[in-house]
């Protein structure tokens, strides 16, 4: 079998990126995710181990020190990284999807070039705007930090592979499934009989 597709997805908060990527799991029970650890405490409805390895300061500090992760950032005042064990595993599907923000991206493309990084943009920008505010999740202060943010996100975003517009969760997932669909096609990545 040939080396997983890794499939970086970013894009600023409240653009829709978390949505997309748990809707094509489901779809795609085949596909591996790499579940990120984070010290900020979970939102309401997010499970361990699911949405986030919600895990202490202390924890994560000791990971990082040990080489644990393949990348890390802190953001908002919260450690996140990735994992190197998941994607180390000889049983990983032929499929791995990420959901990390751009300083992650960065960080998985240098360890793996062949990653395909894809970028999601929100409607526009008072739609994001919108859509923070309704989660009522963030202070007002956390909310103009998460916009500062937001607008780096959208800066960043010429350094990806390829971007999708998030009109409607429909539409993206097939634009998704379509570019994961076409990565998987070039040659240097066929797998006779692979099915995924």
Same mark, same amino acid.
């Given at each position: 079998? /040939?080396?997983?597709? +890794? !499939? !970086?997805?970013?894009?600023? /908060?409240?653009?829709?990126?978390?949505?997309?990527?748990? &809707?094509?799991?489901?779809?795609?029970?085949?596909?591996?995710?790499? &579940?990120?650890?984070?010290? #900020?405490?979970? @939102?309401?409805?997010?499970?361990?181990?699911?949405?986030?390895?919600?895990?202490?300061?202390?924890?994560? =500090?000791?990971? %990082?020190?040990?080489?644990?992760?393949?990348? +890390?950032?802190?953001?908002?005042?919260?450690?996140?990284?990735?994992?190197?064990?998941? &994607? $180390? /595993?000889?049983?990983?599907?032929h499929v791995i999807l990420f959901d990390v923000n751009r300083q992650g991206a960065r960080a998985i493309k240098r360890i793996s070039?062949?990653?395909?990084?894809?970028?999601?943009?929100?409607?526009? +920008?008072?739609?994001?705007?919108?859509?923070? /505010?309704? %989660?009522?999740?963030?202070?007002?202060?956390?909310? #103009? #930090?998460?916009?500062?943010?937001?607008?780096?996100?959208?800066?960043?975003? @010429? $350094?990806?592979?390829? +971007?999708?517009?998030? $009109? &409607? !969760?429909?539409?993206?997932?097939?634009?998704?499934?379509?570019?994961?669909?076409?990565? =998987?096609? @070039?040659?240097?990545? !066929?797998?006779?009989?692979?099915?995924?």
């Amino acid at each position: 079998m /040939s080396n997983p597709l +890794w !499939v !970086v997805v970013s894009a600023p /908060s409240g653009a829709g990126k978390t949505t997309l990527v748990k &809707t094509i799991l489901k779809k795609h029970p085949a596909f591996g995710f790499s &579940t990120s650890v984070t010290t #900020r405490p979970p @939102r309401k409805g997010e499970k361990n181990g699911r949405d986030y390895s919600f895990i202490s300061e202390k924890e994560f =500090l000791r990971l %990082r020190k040990k080489g644990r992760l393949l990348e +890390w950032a802190k953001i908002h005042g919260f450690y996140y990284g990735t994992p190197a064990g998941p &994607t $180390q /595993s000889k049983r990983e599907p032929h499929v791995i999807l990420f959901d990390v923000n751009r300083q992650g991206a960065r960080a998985i493309k240098r360890i793996s070039p062949n990653a395909v990084l894809i970028f999601i943009f929100p409607p526009g +920008w008072k739609t994001l705007k919108s859509r923070l /505010s309704g %989660r009522g999740t963030e202070s007002k202060s956390e909310l #103009r #930090r998460r916009l500062t943010d937001a607008k780096r996100e959208l800066a960043a975003a @010429r $350094q990806y592979d390829y +971007w999708i517009v998030n $009109q &409607t !969760v429909k539409a993206s997932v097939k634009r998704l499934e379509a570019i994961i669909a076409a990565e =998987l096609s @070039r040659p240097a990545r !066929v797998v006779t009989g692979n099915k995924t």
